[in-house]
C-alpha cells in the first residue's frame, strides 16, 4: 500500500536529549513536511523540503533540526534546545508537478516530556 | 505565522442535523482545502477547491471557494456519528510557494 509511515507512534524525552521522529513515503511524493500540532490550535509548520538535499524553515523551526539525504525520508529531531516539546508531530508530503496538489498525511507522532 | 479564520471553533449537534462552517483570510488564495482529523490520527483529505465560485460535493460533504478568493465554506449534510472529529480548512497562494495556512480547527460533536 502506498502512504506516509510516521514511527513511533509515542516517544518519551527525557530533559536534554535529542530525540528522531522518521518519516518515510513510497508515494513518489517530491515535497514533504513537519508541522506541529498542540490542543486547540492549527497546524504550525516546523521545516519543508521541495527537493532532495535541500530544506527550509518554517514558522516554528527553532530547536528543530531536519535532513534530506533521500526523496522518501524526512527525519526530524527535536534538539534539547527545543525547551516545550511536548506535542503531536505531523509529517505530509505531496506532489509539485501540475497544479497546486494537496498534502496528504501520516498518522503522527505524539512526543512527551519524562 | 498567518493564520486563517475558522468558525465555529465547535459544534454540538443532533444525528441528522445539517452542519456548516467557514473559513476567512485576510489574503486572496488560489486553493482552499478541507481535511478532517480523528482523535490521534493525521489529517484527511476531504475536498480540493482550485476555482473561485467552484462548488465541489463528496457524498454528503460539499464545500465552497467564495467568489472574494477571500473564504469558504463546509457543510456536511443529515450528519452521522462517525461525523465526529476535528474539520481543518486550509489555503495557500502563489507567493507563498503554496505553502499552507491553517484555520485552528471546528469541532464536531454528537448530543447524545
Known amino acids: 500500500d502506498g502512504g506516509i509511515t510516521q514511527s513511533p507512534k509515542y516517544l518519551f524525552r527525557k530533559e536534554g536529549q535529542n530525540v528522531t521522529l522518521s518519516c518515510e513515503q513510497n508515494l513518489n511524493h517530491d515535497a514533504m513536511y513537519w508541522y506541529r500540532q498542540d490542543p486547540g490550535q492549527g497546524l504550525r509548520l516546523i521545516y519543508y523540503?521541495?527537493?532532495?538535499?535541500?530544506?527550509q524553515k518554517g514558522d516554528i523551526a527553532e530547536g528543530y533540526s531536519v535532513s534530506r539525504e533521500k526523496k522518501e525520508s524526512f527525519p526530524l529531531t527535536v534538539t534539547s534546545a527545543q525547551k516545550n516539546p511536548t506535542a503531536f508531530y505531523l509529517c505530509?508530503?505531496?506532489?509539485?508537478?501540475?497544479?497546486?496538489?494537496?498534502?496528504?498525511f501520516g498518522d503522527g507522532t505524539r512526543l512527551s516530556i519524562l | 505565522g498567518q493564520q486563517l479564520n475558522q468558525s465555529p471553533q465547535s459544534m454540538f449537534i443532533q444525528e441528522g442535523e445539517d452542519v456548516s462552517m467557514n473559513c476567512t483570510s485576510s489574503s486572496i488564495f488560489n486553493t482552499w482545502l478541507w481535511y478532517k482529523q480523528d482523535p490521534g490520527e493525521g489529517p484527511v483529505l476531504l475536498i480540493a477547491?482550485?476555482?473561485a465560485g467552484e462548488l465541489t460535493s463528496n457524498g454528503r460533504l460539499t464545500a465552497q471557494f467564495g467568489i472574494t478568493r477571500k473564504d469558504s465554506f463546509l457543510n456536511i449534510s443529515a450528519s452521522i456519528p462517525s461525523d465526529v472529529g476535528i474539520y481543518f480548512c486550509?489555503?495557500?497562494?502563489?507567493?507563498?510557494?503554496?505553502?499552507?495556512?491553517w484555520g485552528a480547527g471546528t469541532k464536531l460533536i454528537i448530543k447524545p
Open positions: 477547491l482550485y476555482k
Open positions: 486550509a489555503g495557500s497562494y502563489m507567493d507563498s510557494n503554496y505553502q499552507l495556512i
Open positions: 523540503s521541495q527537493i532532495v538535499n535541500d530544506f
Open positions: 505530509a508530503s505531496r506532489i509539485r508537478q501540475g497544479r497546486n496538489q494537496p498534502q496528504h
